[in-house]
């Protein structure tokens, strides 16, 4: 019995060392993460394990396995791990403890491929992925086929490693900005960049993705678009990047890439854009443009434009070097600034020849080719709260590229006193003709020359220039009599003096009459006074009530006054000289002719002015009128003018003028004018200029202009009753095609809305010329949408006259969702040219594939 029990003892006391061994053994080999689901659990008293994970994993799923010799879980369907910041929705997860490794898998479908991504979720950010690893320790990960979503677009790469929460690395990268492909409403993207190696930098501000080679696909098609390198900035600032170019052919210099260039913000007011025209045959465009804007206070820019085109073969008589510039300066005052003190200026000076050389296509776009004259101007504009008083200083300068002459003024100053009233009266209402006299009064500073290119700030130049000083001074009244009748009176006085004055002469032995500006100060003072009255006469024409017409308006404002002036030309004001023409004969002249203050009047003026304005409405029966009745306007205005000179010793009668406009069927406007000589032009054998002789009463033509403007659009000749097309198909488009119906045999149903104006202009002018010139032309200008998203707009001038396509330009715009193409085509005139450029819609994009105008109210920045 003792030899049993000692026996018994013995094998307990070695079955309960066995277990303590086994005990010991398992927790040595337990996985460090008491949040694993398992149903063994021991607490040590003798030894504490470290832990070695920062924070709790936790998991769940729908079926969970613990491989406790391998250290591993594996999670199956809807598997979730928690780590930290960190989230992993997969349709497989495993979790390799012993290498804090955890990978994770979308769902499979029948044919092994993944129907159902895996979705890793930090920092409030979700990532899809085919396949995906994850380091819990380094916070490392790879994953297969990543899906990256950045500002407005998706970043679709074969391999993705995240090197920590801030850098991945992505190899076979693509980068799209398609709304349909981000919303996952359709399986291929439109278009996107690929790049074989690509960096994503993420910071708490700004993002930013760099990539080397890059190539644009459109509808997985590689386009010819490619780039060395690219930086694409995903912040809501201004960044630094490259511009790319839009590329055509012009017939003249050749192949070209247009606004190729690199944008650089400056600072938080300033950015500075450098562009560059490349063409084939070796001319080429620099054009440096700077902005700046200061909320409430000011905004403006700097641009210019050098550069040399060159045309033809070197060697052949068609060859020609032409050196072009041009400088230009916009800056406008927020009216917020200083109600008090405005400053602002708009200056653009170019080459004489700019226009026609320059190998800018935006001007021959724009049409700025056809500019006859180009004006600079700037002007500081001063007020003040208690006076009266506007001083404003101005500088100008204008190019005239038909004479190759400049217009220089520098400076010029004015101050204006506000129009007051000279006999104010008590009771603050003003009766009669003297409380109701107002005095308007100013003085006016020039300096004045005309110049060339060659010539300007030369000491020629400023020997040339004229400076005057003006004062006028313009007093008027009016009152009502007999109810009916406007009286008014009104008188002008001039004041004027200038440092310089004419000589005029006949020289023989060239044949011409020479003008020497002397250096000499000289004055006049001239006066005028004037007297009309008028009134308004109306006519009522009424018809039955069942006439189509209901009634015709005729309203007519006569208008007679008259006007005295005293005779300058006179010996005893000295303001007028004689010289001796070809002929022989004495011919006055002003000494202040080709002055900056002008000249006083010749000759004695006693004129009686009339003038007759007329308006001419119909009423007519309308059904669509709520009123029932409908107003046509005949004459919008015809009006006639002409004047009497009872002191004139000769052709006492004035040009008699006619002019007149209307708009008929609400659409078709009409302006003519028409001016009769009323006497008679007589021409002597071989002579085409005229003599105007004393036999009045011949109304010979002088002159005429009609122009015609005709708008049509699809709304015009749109029925009423035209039932809308979501009402008649209403079967929609889908992915895509959502601006499409369709009808029960599938076929496609869109508006296709069209605009087209009309315009024709015709002028004659003779004056006393034999002959007269005539100028005719017709102009066409519209657009029509072929479909949803094709835009087709273009314009056409024809000059009947010399039967010749003047200006015509063609343009076809296809929206292609996420981006546009557009091609601009000139066919005919001094430039043939044609552009193509693709412009994306996304911010993040829009500049970097084509070139726009930046602003700052367009922060987001290109490559």
């Not at 890439?257 to 950015?271: A, E, M, T």
């Not at 230009?328 to 109600?339: T, Y």
């Not at 190998?359 to 007020?383: C, E, G, M, T």
Request: no cysteine; net charge positive.
């Amino acid at each position: 019995m003792v030899k049993n029990g000692f026996k018994n003892r013995l094998l307990i006391l070695i079955i309960l060392i066995f277990n303590n061994f086994l005990a010991f053994t398992y927790a040595q080999n337990l996985p460090e993460n008491k949040g694993v689901n398992d149903t063994i659990t021991r607490t040590d008293t003798l030894r504490t394990i470290p832990e070695r994970l920062e924070d709790v994993v936790e998991s769940k799923a729908e079926n969970i396995r613990n491989d406790i010799p391998k250290k591993m879980t594996y999670l199956n369907r809807k598997a979730q791990v928690k780590y930290q910041d960190m989230q992993i929705d997969a349709d497989y997860i495993s979790i390799d403890w012993d290498r804090s490794m955890i990978f994770a898998r979308g769902e499979l479908d029948s044919l092994g491929r993944i129907r159902t991504p895996a979705i890793a979720t930090q920092g409030g950010k979700s990532y899809e992925y085919d396949e995906f690893t994850y380091n819990i320790k380094t916070r490392q990960a790879i994953a297969f086929n990543a899906r990256t979503e950045e500002s407005e677009g998706v970043i679709i790469a074969e391999r993705t490693k995240k090197y920590n929460d801030s850098v991945f690395f992505m190899r076979r990268g693509k980068y799209t900005t398609d709304e349909y492909f981000i919303k996952k409403k359709d399986t291929i993207a439109d278009y996107y960049l690929l790049a074989p190696n690509i960096k994503l930098i993420k910071g708490k501000e700004k993002s930013q993705v760099i990539t080397g080679p890059i190539q644009m696909y459109i509808e997985q098609v590689p386009t010819p678009l490619v780039l060395p390198f690219a930086i694409l900035p995903f912040s809501d600032k201004r960044s630094a990047g490259i511009l790319i170019p839009s590329f055509g052919e012009r017939e003249d210099v050749g192949f070209f890439l247009n606004s190729l260039g690199y944008y650089q913000p400056i600072g938080d007011h300033f950015d500075l854009k450098i562009l560059a025209d490349l063409y084939t045959k070796g001319s080429w465009n620099l054009r440096p443009e700077m902005n700046y804007k200061k909320n409430y206070r000011y905004t403006g820019n700097f641009s210019a434009d050098i550069g040399t085109t060159v045309r033809g073969i070197r060697g052949l008589p068609d060859y020609s070097k032409t050196g072009t510039y041009r400088i230009a300066w916009r800056h406008q005052q927020d009216q917020k600034a200083n109600p008090f003190l405005t400053f602002s200026a708009s200056v653009d000076v170019v080459s004489n020849r700019f226009y026609n050389n320059t190998v800018n296509n935006n001007y021959a776009f724009n049409q700025n080719n056809l500019n006859a004259q180009q004006n600079s101007s700037i002007s500081v504009v001063k007020r003040f709260l208690t006076l009266p008083v506007t001083i404003t200083g101005t500088a100008s300068y204008s190019q005239n590229f038909s004479t190759g002459f400049a217009d220089l003024k520098l400076p010029v100053l004015n101050v204006a006193i506000n129009q007051f009233y000279l006999f104010k009266p008590k009771s603050g209402i003003r009766e009669g003709l003297l409380e109701n006299i107002t005095v308007n009064t100013g003085l006016n500073f020039n300096n004045f020359v005309q110049t060339t290119e060659d010539e300007l700030f030369t000491p020629a130049m400023w020997d040339k220039m004229q400076t005057g000083l003006k004062n006028n001074i313009t007093l008027g009244t009016n009152t009502t009599i007999a109810k009916y009748f406007t009286f008014s009176l009104n008188a002008n006085i001039d004041n004027a003096l200038t440092t310089k004055t004419l000589t005029r002469n006949y020289n023989p032995v060239t044949n011409k009459v020479e003008d020497i500006l002397q250096k000499k100060i000289a004055g006049y003072s001239s006066f005028s006074t004037g007297a009309s009255l008028q009134t308004v006469l109306y006519g009522m024409l009424n018809f039955k009530r069942t006439s189509a017409v209901q009634a015709i308006r005729h309203m007519v404002t006569p208008q007679i006054g008259f006007t005295y002036s005293p005779d300058f030309s006179t010996p005893g004001f000295g303001y007028y000289r004689n010289y001796y023409n070809d002929r022989g004969e004495m011919t006055p002249y002003s000494i202040f002719d080709r002055g900056i203050v002008g000249s006083p009047n010749s000759g004695l003026v006693q004129a009686l002015s009339i003038s007759v304005n007329n308006n001419l409405e119909m009423k007519v029966r309308s059904k669509t009128d709520s009123t029932g009745v409908k107003k046509i306007k005949i004459f919008e205005s015809l009006n006639f003018n002409t004047n009497y000179n009872f002191a004139a010793p000769e052709h006492k009668w004035s040009i008699f003028s006619f002019s007149g406009q209307t708009t008929l069927f609400d659409k078709l406007n009409i302006n003519t004018a028409l001016n009769l000589e009323p006497y008679q032009i007589l021409f002597a054998p071989g002579e085409n200029t005229g003599v105007r002789t004393q036999n009045f009463g011949y109304f010979s033509l002088q002159g005429f202009n009609a122009q015609l403007s005709y708008p049509l659009s699809s709304e015009i000749f749109k029925k009423k009753d035209s039932e809308d097309l979501s009402k008649k198909y209403p079967k929609k488009g889908e992915i895509r095609n959502e601006n499409y119906y369709f009808d029960e045999d599938n076929y496609s149903r869109f508006e296709q809305p069209w605009s087209l104006n009309i315009n024709a202009q015709y002028s004659y002018t003779r004056s006393l010329s034999r002959f007269g010139s005539k100028m005719a032309s017709i102009g066409l200008d519209g657009s029509i949408k072929l479909s949803p998203y094709w835009n087709i707009t273009g314009n056409l001038y024809y000059d009947v006259i010399s039967k010749e396509i003047a200006n015509t330009q063609l343009g076809f715009s296809r929206d292609q969702r996420s981006f546009t193409i557009n091609f601009n085509w000139i066919p005919y005139g001094q430039y043939k040219v044609y552009d193509f450029f693709i412009g994306i819609k996304a911010n993040i994009l829009r500049d970097a594939l084509k070139y726009r105008d930046r602003s700052f109210t367009q922060p987001n920045a290109p490559f």
